[in-house]
């Protein structure tokens, strides 16, 4: 049985016409891109809407950047002595940064410890039950930590430094137990993605546990390391009702760690269905939302240059 | 060579340590929200509508606008992450016009979600005329979720051997009829784990909601199924406030009586429904994987 | 010292190709100033064979040397990490043209990879799925032309009561074969394996290489093979590709017993590759 075949000139009517398979093709490229332009237009969107309002508040209501980013006195309904608004942020962006950099201080050793214990020491119980255990904690929906802050680690604080118990302290306590999953399970990875023969030719050497774990394993993993802090850092930046809940909400600059304060997004959650829309209130409130989106885009960057710095090494 | 040997006993002993007291704060957060939580629940809690004023309230109201905001905003964003995870994977070059759209999708996925939940007031609520809506509210969801679960449904199409690909392209197929005939049934299995994942992360966001599909819960007749009622449940247009903003919600008001029992209530009921996504996501992405390679 | 095998080294020549010329067994496929490039660098240059209808043709080298690139590249498995030019005949038409339409090519140029990749479907729908696509519906014509492609692949018999089971449960050798029949189901005039048997133990390379055989009566088959017993087994024509260009293209009996090119000659008798 041999197949028949056509003429040439037949052939190449056949060979080039446009198949059903092509038109698919075509029509899938154009159906796929579409979707992944739409999510590119999104994120413009987001980023335009945001800095077009955030920035109102310079341009249209002439408030003064500078005073903006270093005034103390948060209070944009009223008028200062020199007539000009009271829109100073820098209690807010004080409040952010302290319980960022506090919550991740106290979460990396913790973390990384762990993320080690679960990876070097005890494989076994690290898969078993650790790594569950911190990706389902990665899961709780931040409302519930703060719903926690408020009924356990609020009452806590009052009963020991007194006062109220809202406070930085506290927020740092929920964006800590918050944090602490997340940079586990991120560092767990950036340790299982060190090479097995590197700790197999460091014990060969005559290294004890601790050295190979010290001097080789988390010397080759410190860029996902550091990936996995500085994520934490960006989701505790970006946490808004956790820190809500729990810090009191006085855009006061914090003088003490047990005293109400304020960060950016405790003021924006609270505030932005207070205003009215195009008011100089409103306007301030969408300029804290734009150093929120900033500060984002300054962690996404921090991510990236260790990232290169990485592949580098 | 023995302070070596010292230093590594006590190193590791302290390795134990940390790690101990890490397991001692997980299991107590668990332990508190479950212990504190089971004993509030109860059928009446989970069906009856919410009271402000008075005790004894539920939050059926809650958990129903949950579920219905979590299915629509799969409905938007899972076609959208498909399209967009096949692009990136199957038909991007590598050149600079794909670093910009991949850097454009980790922004999306590092911005705070109050910010999404912010963009969507503004665009959707006050811009668009939609108010705080169920149909807001799943739009903000959709772009809260959308990076996520196109990383996810990537990964899933990472799996799939590349000779699958050459299998179907030496088959006379086109790339997009081997993705959708071959590599997607094939990634069935661990896409829907990834689904199931990032479902329990929309399930339980409650920052981009506040100021798109409100915080109010009219109550509604559970009899009447027309979308277009304002009292049907499946209206797109009314005002839902989920479980994880009620939770938020009455603990920021302080007026209901019962607020820190609803709560803890509320938190099981979250924290549950995420461990069984959970459990959901391993055991059907397992069993489809074993049916998919068996007889 | 001075009068060993080093005159006859001498009378080796660089290069030596003789195109089939077979009235029996005309030429349906061949290359022309074929040039294929990844990027900047070149894979394959000085690659013109011919091959002829009904007939198996081995393309063997050591690795690294083009063989597979050339395959890769006859249909147009190539085009989207590669730049391939030059012409490439089929049947009188140039099928290495931007309007020519790959996927209608595809399925007159068949192919069968290294690794067996049964896709994740019964046995049944890895065969069927590409005719329902191709707009064979009806039940009866795929059960046919199912069993017919099955049968040809040797493989029916062995899967005829469990054609609903995965196909990722067979066995390697029977998975190859699955590949087999998928390929041919769709009819295609050339079927090009690379390298099908190197996944495979002793015995189930000796089963594909009675069925190569057999299928050679309606298909042109094009392989690559690392195995050189392989080559001299099943094939009428042998091409000894090195360093990304033929060096030498003769029947087979000629390129084992008679190698006019030194290289070869050391290749098929073990000395390097």
């Not at chain 2, 402000?52 to 905001?69: C, D, H, I, M, R």
């Not at chain 3, 890769?72 to 339409?101: C, E, F, H």
Request: charged share 15%; proline share 4%; hydrophobic share 50%.
């Amino acid at each position: 049985m041999k197949n028949t075949q056509p003429t040439t000139a037949d052939l190449e009517r056949q060979l080039k016409r446009r198949s059903k398979a092509a038109k698919l093709e075509v029509w899938g490229r154009v159906v796929s891109f579409s979707a992944l332009i739409l999510i590119v237009a999104v994120v413009v969107a987001i980023i335009g809407f945001v800095a077009s309002k955030g920035i109102a508040t310079f341009t249209t209501n002439h408030v003064n950047l500078w005073d903006f980013l270093t005034g103390k006195d948060w209070n944009p309904g009223i008028k200062d002595a020199h007539g000009k608004p009271e829109v100073g942020a820098l209690s807010m962006i004080v409040g952010s940064f302290l319980i960022t950099i506090l919550s991740a201080l106290i979460a990396t050793p913790f973390a990384i410890g762990t993320a080690v214990f679960m990876n070097e020491i005890s494989p076994n119980r690290g898969a078993k039950i650790l790594q569950p255990v911190t990706e389902l904690l990665v899961g709780i929906p931040s409302v519930v930590y703060g719903f926690i802050g408020l009924s356990v680690v609020v009452p806590f604080t009052r009963n020991v430094f007194g006062g109220s118990g809202f406070g930085i302290l506290s927020g740092t306590c929920v964006l800590f137990v918050m944090i602490l999953p997340t940079v586990t399970s991120m560092s767990a990875d950036a340790l299982r993605s060190v090479p097995r023969y590197y700790r197999e030719a460091s014990l060969a050497l005559g290294a004890t546990q601790w050295q190979t774990i010290w001097k080789v394993v988390l010397r080759a993993a410190t860029p996902g390391l550091m990936t996995a802090v500085v994520f934490g850092m960006a989701r505790a930046f970006g946490e808004a009702l956790a820190v809500q809940m729990v810090i009191g909400n006085a855009a006061l600059m914090p003088h003490t760690l047990v005293d109400p304060a304020a960060t950016l997004t405790s003021v924006l959650t609270t505030g932005i269905g207070n205003t009215v829309m195009g008011s100089l209130q409103n306007n301030a409130l969408w300029s804290l939302a734009l150093v929120l989106l900033l500060m984002s885009l300054v962690f996404n960057l921090i991510v990236r240059l260790i990232g290169r710095k990485g592949r580098l090494h | 060579m023995l302070k070596a040997k010292l230093q590594n006993k006590i190193a590791i002993g302290a390795l134990y340590g940390v790690a101990g007291i890490v397991v001692l704060i997980l299991v107590a957060l668990l332990g508190y929200i479950l212990v504190s939580g089971m004993p509030q629940l109860s059928w009446h809690f989970l069906t009856a509508p919410a009271k402000a004023f008075l005790k004894g309230g539920g939050v059926g109201v809650q958990l129903f606008n949950s579920f219905y905001l979590l299915i629509l905003a799969m409905l938007i964003s899972f076609p959208i992450a498909l399209g967009a995870a096949i692009y990136l994977y199957e038909y991007a070059k590598d050149n600079w016009v794909t670093s910009v759209v991949r850097t454009a999708i980790e922004i999306l996925s590092s911005l705070p979600s109050v910010v999404v939940g912010l963009f969507g007031f503004l665009f959707f609520v006050v811009k668009l005329k939609l108010g705080f809506s169920i149909l807001s509210g799943a739009f903000a969801l959709t772009f809260f979720n959308l990076p996520l679960l196109t990383r996810n449904i990537e990964d899933s199409l990472h799996t799939i051997s590349e000779n699958q690909r050459e299998g179907g392209l030496a088959l006379g197929l086109s790339r997009w009829e081997t993705v959708n005939k071959i590599i997607l049934p094939a990634a069935v299995p661990s896409i829907l784990t990834g689904v199931i994942l990032s479902a329990g992360r929309v399930f339980g966001e409650a920052a981009a909601l506040i100021y798109t599909a409100g915080q109010s819960a009219p109550a509604l007749n559970f009899a009447d199924w027309n979308p277009f009622n304002i009292s049907s449940p499946l209206n797109p247009m009314r005002p839902a406030e989920t479980l994880a903003v009620h939770i938020w919600k009455i603990n920021s008001e302080g007026i209901m009586p019962d607020a820190k029992a609803i709560s803890s209530g509320s938190s099981a009921v979250l924290v549950i429904a995420i461990l069984l996504f959970n459990l959901a996501a391993r055991y059907l992405g397992k069993r489809l994987y074993k049916r998919l390679t068996s007889a | 010292m001075f009068v060993n095998n080093d005159v006859s080294k001498q009378d080796m020549e660089e290069r030596h190709i003789v195109q089939p010329h077979d009235p029996d067994h005309p030429v349906v496929l061949s290359t022309e100033d074929l040039h294929v490039y990844y990027g900047k660098s070149e894979a394959l240059y000085e690659g013109d064979l011919k091959f002829a209808q009904n007939q198996i043709t081995a393309l063997i080298g050591p690795s690294g040397s083009g063989k597979s690139t050339f395959l890769r590249s006859l249909n147009r498995m190539n085009d989207r990490i590669a730049t391939v030019t030059g012409k490439i005949m089929y049947r009188g038409v140039d099928v290495n043209q931007p309007d020519v339409d790959v996927y209608e090519m595809r399925r007159r140029i068949g192919m069968v990879f290294q690794r067996p990749n049964p896709f994740a479907k019964s046995i049944y729908d890895n065969i069927a799925f590409a005719l329902r696509l191709r707009g064979v519906t009806a039940k009866k014509d795929l059960d046919e032309k199912v069993e017919r492609s099955l049968r040809q692949a040797a493989l029916w018999d062995q899967v005829k009561d469990e054609l609903t089971k995965s196909a990722l449960a067979l066995s390697g050798g029977q998975a190859q074969r699955l590949c087999i029949a998928r390929a041919i189901a769709l009819r295609p005039d050339i079927l090009l394996l690379d390298e099908p048997a190197s996944a495979l133990d002793p015995v189930s390379t000796s089963q594909l290489e009675d069925t190569l055989l057999k299928l050679k009566e309606h298909y042109t088959i094009i392989i690559v093979t690392h195995n050189m017993q392989q080559a001299a087994r099943i094939s009428e024509y042998t091409a000894f590709f090195n360093q990304g260009r033929v060096l030498e293209y003769d029947t087979t009996s000629h390129i084992f017993t008679n190698p006019r090119v030194q290289v070869t000659s050391d290749y098929v008798s073990g000395n390097f590759g």
